[in-house]
């Protein structure tokens, strides 16, 4: 059974892309059964091309990538979520989006990354924020992928526990 993961920030144009991408792409070359989306509660419409510039130089592909609402994720039709991470700057007093789920809500946990749109250093500092944000995301999508995701789903308390563990990594 596919573990779907939600990645949702506000805009749906850097961090989440980049989790979405790196997620899939270390799903597909370690044979695990995972697909991530990514989403925002105020899409920009577009990804950033710093995102994407980082994401190309790894060799990871972004075919289907784009900037979208998380209302599909609500509707009827939507993957059956089972893992929701917010990866917005909450201490930056950054508004998270709050995902809710349906009748079989998915298990919630928060990795926050500083946005790196707004680092400093003009565009040579905002590549590196990029690329040392894309480094940081994409530990912690191995780490993720590591967890027997198969037996935790049927314990959400110890999936939960799991991805806390991850975020204080």
């Given at each position: 059974m596919t573990t779907h993961v939600l990645i949702l920030c506000t805009h749906n144009s850097a961090r989440s892309v980049l989790a979405e991408a790196?997620?899939?792409?270390?799903?597909r070359r370690l044979g695990r059964d995972v697909q991530a989306h990514?989403?925002?509660?105020?899409?920009?419409?577009?990804?950033?091309?710093?995102?994407l510039q980082v994401l190309h130089e790894?060799?990871?592909?972004?075919?289907?990538?784009?900037?979208k609402s998380w209302?599909?994720?609500?509707?009827?039709?939507?993957?059956?979520l089972s893992i929701v991470i917010t990866v917005c700057d909450s201490a930056a007093a950054e508004a998270c989006p709050v995902f809710l789920g349906g009748?079989?809500?998915p298990v919630k946990v928060?990795?926050?990354?500083?946005?790196?749109?707004?680092a400093e250093g003009g565009e040579?500092?905002?590549l590196r924020a990029f690329e040392l944000t894309r480094q940081a995301l994409g530990y912690r999508m191995l780490q993720?992928?590591?967890?027997?995701?198969?037996?935790?789903?049927?314990?959400r308390a110890a999936l939960q526990q799991a991805l806390q563990a991850i975020a204080r990594s």
């Open positions: 790196l997620l899939n792409h270390w799903a990514s989403a925002g509660s105020a899409p920009s419409g577009r990804i950033n091309p710093l995102a790894a060799g990871i592909d972004t075919t289907g990538c784009h900037s209302d599909r994720f609500a509707a009827a039709d939507a993957p059956p009748d079989h809500a928060h990795w926050g990354y500083p946005d790196p749109s707004l040579a500092g905002r993720l992928l590591a967890l027997p995701l198969e037996r935790l789903q049927a314990d």
